[in-house]
């Protein structure tokens, strides 16, 4: 069963592509998404990436949370339910 993560902090200058490959080389990425804004299409700063496994995640979690992308220091956690 996939684990979704939530990742914040993220610098303007990341894109789908770019989160889903820094959480690829923790595991399988189901998806990735940075949420953009409706009006302007920027980026919100947060998006949320879905692991194939929970090792995989708890592995992204523990290596990526507080690590510096792009010159931001971004926090990752597990997503909390709708």
């Known amino acids: 069963m996939s684990t979704k ?16 490959a820094t959480f690829e080389e923790f595991g399988k ?8 804004d409706r009006q302007t299409g920027r ?5 949320f990436v879905e692991m194939e496994s929970e090792s995989e995640a708890s592995n992204a979690i523990s290596s990526l949370n507080g690590k510096d992308i792009k010159g931001r220091n971004i ?8």
Request: charged fraction near 20%.
């Open 75 to 82: 926090i990752v956690s597990e997503a909390k339910p709708k």
């Open 43 to 47: 980026s919100r700063g947060f998006g």
């Open 5 to 20: 993560l939530f990742v914040g902090s993220l610098p303007w200058a990341v894109n789908d592509d770019t989160l889903k």
């Open 29 to 36: 990425v189901v998806s990735a998404k940075v949420i953009t």
